[in-house]
């Protein structure tokens, strides 16, 4: 991607990115862009740079875990740490766009893989697999034409259809079908984007259906290279953090399929970014061990973090890093209109 989507700020503050992609999106103005503004993991063609302060105040860390999401037991793995003011890697080579990985809903592909869609049409191998669903029951409730094949590999690929809420509306009323955008489906905009997708993978040389999901335009998040990315929240068994807070209670969770291990020592020391603004944590995990993982829920982790200052009225921001929506990248594919 030629086009640079970042944010700087003058002075001795932190520049504030999201991916440098290797393709350009659809948009010159990236759906991602307000988020990116505060993220400060960039992806530089495909190296990463890590920024853990850029003359922000240092921040302690106490990790500790728990057996699973309900257990009370709580087991010191490290001691408190001080993060480093600002770590850097060496951006001296330059990767393939086809090694950029994001994660959208939950699939994996490679970014350089949303510059050649295919109408569903051309491929009536996955056509076939494709309309079998659509005449299920479920399949029912997703939207019947407009589907565009996006492919992963020799061996899979990720069947996409987007539409605006009222084009949505729409559709429904015609079949007679009732939809709710109060149940995870969409906010109630009219000119939101809504996204289902279907994964078809070919196994003992036949295409078989895997999944399906819908929702709104899907996030493409970036896939940090040899790490497990790892999601945060804070632990509601804590009282809700206040402007004056210096601790923060989180449970953390592994996003990878992981047969449902405990992260233990493999939750690598988060990096936690203050400024006057905003406080940064992003999470990684070495991953476990083997080649093949189930995929039940993964046990969450409580992470304690000391800040360097009260919190205030600074915003508490996920790090991981964005590389916009999907409809950045092929929105021009669909009529959204």
């Not at 949505?168 to 489906?185: K, M």
Request: glycine share 6%.
């Amino acid at each position: 991607m030629a086009e640079s989507m970042s944010s700087s700020r003058i002075g001795n503050q932190c520049a504030r990115a999201i991916v440098k992609p290797s393709m350009k999106p659809d948009r010159t103005s990236v759906h991602g862009t307000t988020v990116g503004v505060r993220i400060l993991i960039a992806v530089a063609s495909g190296v990463w740079l890590i920024a853990a302060g850029c003359g922000a105040d240092t921040t302690s860390v106490d990790t500790k875990v728990a057996a699973d999401a309900d257990s009370e037991e709580q087991i010191t793995t490290s001691p408190t740490s001080t993060l480093a003011s600002t770590t850097t890697a060496s951006t001296t080579t330059t990767a393939d766009p086809s090694e950029e990985l994001v994660v959208c809903s939950g699939t994996e592909l490679p970014l350089s893989a949303l510059q050649d869609l295919e109408p569903l049409e051309a491929r009536p191998e996955i056509e076939e697999v494709v309309n079998e669903f659509l005449e299920s029951d479920e399949g029912d409730f997703r939207p019947q034409a407009g589907w565009q094949v996006v492919t992963i590999s020799d061996s899979e690929v990720y069947v996409i259809v987007l539409q605006t809420e009222q084009q949505v509306l729409e559709d429904a009323e015609a079949r007679d079908l009732e939809v709710s955008f109060d149940q995870g489906f969409g906010d109630g905009i009219d000119d939101s984007i809504q996204f289902s997708a279907q994964s078809v993978k070919l196994s003992d040389e036949t295409w078989r259906w895997v999944g399906s999901v819908s929702g709104e335009d899907c996030e493409l998040e970036v896939v940090p290279p040899d790490v497990n990315r790892v999601k945060w929240v804070l632990d509601p068994s804590f009282p809700a953090p206040t402007a004056d807070s210096t601790t923060l209670n989180l449970l953390a969770t592994e996003r990878e399929c992981a047969s449902g291990q405990p992260m233990d020592d493999r939750l690598l020391p988060p990096t936690v970014v203050e400024d006057d603004e905003a406080v940064l944590i992003t999470m990684t995990a070495t991953p476990p061990s083997g080649d093949a993982f189930t995929c039940p829920y993964n046990p969450a982790q409580l992470v304690a973090i000391t800040l360097a200052s009260p919190l205030g009225d600074r915003e508490l921001l996920d790090g991981s890093t964005t590389a916009g929506r999907i409809s950045d990248y092929v929105g021009q594919a669909f009529d959204l209109s």
